[in-house]
């Protein structure tokens, strides 16, 4: 009997200094995107956090954000993406990025002429990067950052 206490004990002692203590900073991190526009700030609250579209042998990954109470919205596009992190570039000669801005469902289109980048930092568990980008009609969107879900 007594040695069917000691194991008893010896068994609930493991069990308990084995388990781990559950850990809430290892939750997963929720779709956002911020920018300052013009110099205003612009917050999403609603995020299609991406989209893959192949076409032939490419593969384009795009992350829009948008607010909903004034009607602006960011989408940026990533050409090729090959589930790297790395600096893309808008506008230019080669563009491996795009991005357009939409004030109340008017569109101001990047084009050959704007500038820009879309930096991918990181790609898991959550796609995260950053991005700054002057549009056509020199429209400035600056400090913008993103999380989107991993594809």
């Not at 609930?12 to 300052?36: E, G, I, V, Y």
């Not at 004030?103 to 500038?115: C, E, P, R, W």
């Not at 820009?116 to 995260?128: D, N, R």
Request: proline share 2%; aromatic share 10%; with cysteine.
């Amino acid at each position: 009997m007594k040695k069917t206490i000691v194991l008893l004990c010896i068994a609930t002692a493991t069990l308990l200094f084995a388990c781990k203590k559950s850990d809430s900073s290892s939750s997963t991190t929720s779709p956002s995107m911020t920018a300052t526009i013009n110099g205003t700030a612009f917050t999403a609250n609603i995020l299609s956090d991406n989209t893959a579209w192949s076409g032939s042998s490419d593969t384009t990954l795009f992350i829009t954000g948008m607010d909903s109470v004034s009607g602006h919205e960011i989408t940026l596009g990533v050409l090729k993406y090959q589930k790297l992190t790395g600096t893309f570039t808008i506008g230019g000669s080669n563009p491996t990025a795009s991005a357009v801005y939409y004030k109340n469902g008017l569109s101001s289109f990047f084009s050959d002429g704007s500038t820009g980048q879309v930096v991918i930092t990181q790609i898991s568990p959550a796609i995260k990067g950053t991005f700054y980008f002057t549009t056509y009609d020199t429209t400035t969107i600056a400090s913008g950052a993103f999380t989107a879900t991993s594809l």
